[in-house]
């Protein structure tokens, strides 16, 4: 059938109209839809990450029937292709030019850090549902910015103390070499030194780092007894294949930051990850009612996808956001109320009951868990085996309101 | 620092610079030839690394990967030379660095449709699985393969291109593809050959590399900086060039990582900085008309 113009028209004319028409004014437009932005990786090495968050917030709306407070859900994907200059350029057309309501993401730190003063300027909601950057709970915290999933700090924190005490007091630590790792390594430090830990080694390879025959060689001449590690994506497929072939898997004890045998890796690894040990604020294998419902949802959903960290991370967002905006009837308009909102919002997430630090607006982690890979039914998975409970990052220079 | 670690580090770079020169040698041989700057080279690697992926999820069979996935992807190669890129050769080099750098979004989207973008990797084959001592740790035995076959390439692709009828045309071709013509040579299919050979070698490498690195569709273009380097360094068109290319860049790297770790990235850069400076046409490149 050929489509005249006339029939074009009308149709596309319909088509406005069952949206928000341009006639109707902007005051009276509260029960247009609740538009979210989503800035995040959907090409490239992390875009795996930007699906897992974004599924795990569609399981949420879904379950409450892609409408909140009487407002249709409308979730506007942006791929910031990891790069900060897109990531901002995307945030600015959110904020301008589609008018979100709330604002998410990202996954870099670099675009969150980008992003930080066109939101706080513009008094934009965000809630991060990954980038990790300490600063944004210390000096460069801002009132209208809240976080779901972690501060590099949280992971890693609780990790230096218990890796001391029941591994090894010898360490050689690794991370990639740009700011997260650092942080990450940092954090780590701040409970193994005062611990009685040593730290034998310390090195930060590049990001995407392909072949890490020269580090692993070192580090076995190092004498270590153990090693902790951040890396993520392929860094992690790498390193933890790399360190099986070298033969340092029986020898010296693997330990790292939860990302590096996460869900999104840990079948590439296969049996090379056997037996490492890892901090992080989630894994699917979690015993508790909340967290079993989730991971069957979200399979059913999914293909029989078993959800991450970063599902877990896109649900806890969502859930915030569908909590807060029934607190306020709705009403997004008001934004020093929508804060007061978010502020409040407490309920059992899969990893724990969550809330806000009101002092910093980052999630307290209900646990650290302290898991290890192990042979479970259906391939390897993360078994939790010990957990270190609240974990609120210190938010050293953060002073809200601000 | 004792001997043995020292050699041991050594060892790493020889194993590096291996891989670079497989890497980098179809490059290099299309580069020579046809004067096209191939950017979808690494797309190769990647096309190579996912039909290799196939052929064992298949077959179980490693060593079938290494025979079929260069031939799948020196078919895809013949096929986009004839089709996009013979139109172009008497266009100016811009067009034709453009149209293959688009290539690398094509095959990348293509092979995200098919296998999606999770992060895979090849099992080594069991003969290899193990590692053996040297220098006093643990070498994977794979590794030590990966030494010798690509060795083994580099001599036979030197006795192809220095004894072989067929090496002498290319190498006419090379020197002046007009007056090769006119010796009654039938210059477009040698064109079509070699870039069909370019990409098999390309998807050799995607093999070779599998039971070492991760394969994901965002590999392909990850690896062109290292392979360009390495062409510019060893001389474009060179095969020599291209092998000790490599081996110069892989222990750059790896020396750089063991020394300076914190601007270990920067090495291979001074090398090829130096090189450039030094002898502009690479080590072993014709000189500059």
């Known amino acids: 059938m050929r489509l005249s113009r006339r029939t074009f028209l009308t149709g596309a004319f319909a088509a406005a109209g069952v949206s928000v028409g341009p006639w109707v004014p902007k005051t009276l437009a509260q029960g247009g839809p609740l538009k979210i932005g989503l800035v995040l990786p959907y090409s490239g090495v992390y875009q795996v990450l930007g699906e897992s968050i974004t599924q795990g917030m569609e399981l949420v709306f879904a379950r409450e029937g892609n409408k909140v407070a009487g407002r249709d859900v409308v979730m506007i994907k942006e791929d910031d292709e990891m790069q900060p200059p897109v990531g901002i350029r995307k945030t600015e057309k959110l904020i301008e030019s589609d008018k979100v309501d709330i604002l998410t993401g990202p996954v870099h730190s670099g675009i969150l850090m980008g992003m930080r003063d066109k939101v706080h300027n513009s008094k934009t909601i965000l809630i991060v549902s990954n980038a990790g950057a300490d600063a944004i709970s210390r000096e460069r915290c801002s009132k209208w910015i809240f976080r779901t999933s972690f501060s590099n700090w949280q992971p890693n924190q609780p990790m230096g103390g218990w890796v001391a005490k029941n591994v090894s007091k010898e360490v050689f630590i690794t991370a990639p070499n740009y700011q997260a790792g650092k942080d990450q390594l940092n954090a780590f430090k701040e409970t193994f030194v005062p611990a009685g830990g040593k730290l034998i080694g310390e090195e930060y390879p590049k990001l995407g780092e392909t072949d890490y025959a020269p580090l692993l060689t070192k580090i076995r001449q190092s004498g270590a007894k153990a090693v902790y590690a951040f890396f993520s994506g392929t860094d992690a497929v790498n390193f933890v294949k790399q360190y099986d072939q070298f033969g340092l898997k029986g020898q010296v004890k693997l330990t790292g930051a939860g990302f590096l045998t996460e869900p999104d890796v840990l079948p590439a690894q296969a049996k090379a990850a056997l037996g490492i040990i890892t901090g992080h604020f989630y894994t699917p294998q979690l015993d508790n009612p909340v967290n079993k419902k989730f991971v069957s949802d979200f399979k059913a959903k999914f293909g029989g996808k078993t959800p991450d960290g970063f599902a877990c991370q896109g649900n806890d967002t969502a859930e915030v956001i569908v909590r807060a905006v029934k607190a306020v009837n709705g009403n997004t308009q008001d934004k020093e109320k929508l804060v007061a909102a978010l502020e409040k919002v407490q309920f059992e997430s899969p990893r724990g009951y969550f809330s806000f630090d009101p002092k910093t607006h980052n999630v307290i982690q209900p646990y650290i868990y302290v898991r290890e890979v192990k042979e479970v039914a259906g391939g390897l998975d993360n078994v939790p085996i010990d957990r270190v409970a609240k974990v609120a990052d210190p938010g050293t220079g953060c002073t809200l309101p601000a | 620092m004792p001997v043995s670690d020292l050699l041991a580090q050594a060892l790493n770079g020889l194993s590096y610079g291996v891989l670079l020169f497989l890497l980098s040698v179809g490059l290099t041989l299309i580069f020579g030839m046809l004067d096209v700057v191939n950017l979808a080279h690494g797309s190769f690697y990647m096309l190579g690394a996912y039909a290799g992926l196939a052929t064992v999820a298949a077959t179980g069979n490693f060593w079938l990967a290494l025979l079929a996935a260069p031939l799948a992807v020196g078919v895809i190669g013949a096929a986009m030379e004839r089709a996009v890129l013979r139109p172009l050769y008497r266009r100016p080099p811009l067009d034709q660095v453009l149209l293959t750098f688009g290539f690398i979004y094509v095959f990348e989207d293509v092979v ?35 030494i010798g076959f690509g060795l083994v390439m580099a001599v036979v692709l030197w006795l192809v291109i220095e004894r072989t009828r067929l090496g002498a045309v290319i190498r006419a071709g090379v020197y002046d593809a007009e007056m090769t013509a006119g010796m009654g040579i039938d210059i477009q299919r040698v064109f079509t050959g070699v870039f069909a050979a370019g990409a098999a070698l390309g998807g050799l490498s995607g093999v070779i590399a599998g039971p070492i690195q991760s394969a994901q569709p965002p590999m392909g273009a990850a690896i062109l900086i290292p392979a360009l380097i390495v062409v510019v360094v060893g001389g474009l068109g060179s095969l020599k060039g291209s092998l000790v290319g490599s081996l110069l860049i892989g222990q750059a790297e790896v020396w750089g990582k063991v020394w300076l770790p914190n601007v270990s990235m920067a090495m291979i850069y001074f090398v090829m900085a130096a090189v450039v400076l030094l002898r502009p046409q690479g080590l072993f490149g014709r000189p500059l008309k």
Do not use: C, M, Q
Request: hydrophobic share 45%; no cysteine; aromatic share 18%.
């Open chain 2, 112 to 146: 995200k449709s098919i296998w999606g973008g999770t992060i895979r990797t090849i099992a080594p084959p069991d003969l290899f699985a193990g590692s053996v001592r040297i220098f006093g740790g643990a070498f994977p035995s794979y590794r030590l393969f990966v």
